[in-house]
Nanobody, 121 residues
C-alpha cells in the first residue's frame, strides 16, 4: 500500500506565500509523474502543476510565474511553492502521483487527502 500525505496548507493574506509538501510512503519503488490539483467549492478539480521524474514541469496558465513545483526523487517528496497568492487560489489542494510499488510492474495512481489553502483579500 502507498500513502500520499499533503501538508502546509493554511490561511494567508493576498500577496502572501505558502509551501505545500506531499510525501509518498509505503511500498514505493519509484515515483513517476507527480501533480498538484485543486478544487474550490462548487468547482471541478483542476490541474495546477505537474512534474515528471526527469523534472519537466508544466503549469496551469493562471499560476505561471507564481507557483513552482519541485520534487526529491530520493525522499519521494513533492513540493508546491506558491507566491503572490490571490483569493481565487483558495481551494483544497491535492497531490497525485504515479507510483510503482515494490515487487510490481507498471504503476498505479494515488491521491492524497488534500490540504486547504485559504487566501483572504
Amino acid at each position: 500500500q502507498v500513502h500520499l500525505v499533503e501538508s502546509g496548507g493554511g490561511l494567508v493574506q493576498a500577496g502572501g506565500s505558502l509551501d505545500l509538501s506531499c510525501v509518498a510512503s509505503g511500498i514505493v519503488l519509484r515515483v513517476y509523474n507527480i501533480g498538484w490539483y485543486r478544487q474550490a467549492p462548487g468547482q471541478q478539480r483542476e490541474l495546477v502543476a505537474q512534474i515528471t521524474r526527469d523534472q519537466v514541469r508544466t503549469y496551469q496558465d493562471s499560476v505561471k510565474g507564481r507557483f513552482t513545483i519541485s520534487r526529491d526523487n530520493v525522499m519521494n517528496i513533492a513540493y508546491l511553492r506558491m507566491n503572490s497568492l490571490k483569493p481565487e487560489d483558495t481551494a483544497a489542494y491535492y497531490c497525485t502521483a504515479d507510483v510503482q510499488e515494490t515487487g510490481r510492474e507498471g504503476y498505479r495512481t494515488y491521491w492524497g487527502q488534500g490540504t486547504q489553502v485559504t487566501v483572504s483579500s
